[in-house]
């Protein structure tokens, strides 16, 4: 009898330890990660590595299913992929908001809206900084997609976002590009209201 109710208690804990919630929660969480950021249509460049941070917080409406909104700030642009020591610098303010499916035991399925605002813009040249602001647009759009899994309020976090506005300004530069992302965080949950 004892060993049965070790045996339960054991199973009891490790479920415990995945999340759970029920409609009416309200999580907010604290995220830090990397970002690999590129631009679209152009073969010339490669992934500028830089931070992305930010809290988000999540609403469930039921146990699987959840809205989320966040501020991040996020350091995109890119590298160029030639040896000339080029990157371009072009750093946002995003509130991603997206809708969440857990399909599992604290892994879940993320897809929403992104818009950006722009919040600094430079190329830098060796030690040599020149402003872009007058180049990139102040507004950025795009769509996240990705999965997240929770554990003991630990959120790993992966999204993909596909920019759809341009990020430079046609009139000013020859450059048709759009802003892809990809994010890698983590991420510690707190319980608002259970």
């Known amino acids: 009898m004892k060993?049965?109710?070790l045996a339960a208690a054991i199973m009891m804990a490790s479920v415990s330890a995945f999340a759970q919630h029920e409609a009416g929660d309200i999580t907010l969480q604290a995220r830090v990660g990397m970002i690999g950021a590129d631009f679209s249509n152009t073969s010339d460049t490669k992934a500028r590595v830089g931070l992305v941070v930010g809290p988000e917080m999540?609403?469930?409406m039921t146990d699987r299913f959840?809205?989320?909104?966040?501020?991040?700030y996020s350091q995109q642009g890119a590298e160029m992929d030639d040896n000339s020591d080029v990157t371009y610098k072009i750093d946002y303010v995003t509130v991603p908001i997206t809708a969440n499916y857990y399909i599992w035991k604290?892994?879940?399925?993320?897809?929403?809206?992104?818009?950006g605002f722009n919040v600094s813009s430079e190329i830098k040249h060796g030690d040599q900084k020149v402003d872009m602001d007058d180049f990139v647009k102040g507004f950025d759009f795009a769509i996240p997609v990705g999965l997240s899994y929770e554990f003991r309020h630990f959120v790993i976090d992966a999204r993909?976002?596909?920019?759809v506005t341009e990020i430079f300004d046609t009139k000013k530069v020859d450059l048709d590009s759009k802003n892809l992302t990809f994010q890698l965080s983590l991420a510690y949950k707190f319980n608002l209201q259970h």
């Open 58 to 60: 999540e609403y469930f």
């Open 106 to 115: 604290g892994l879940a399925v993320r897809a929403g809206v992104q818009p």
């Open 3 to 5: 060993k049965l109710f």
């Open 160 to 163: 993909y976002t596909f920019g």
């Open 66 to 72: 959840s809205l989320g909104a966040g501020v991040t």
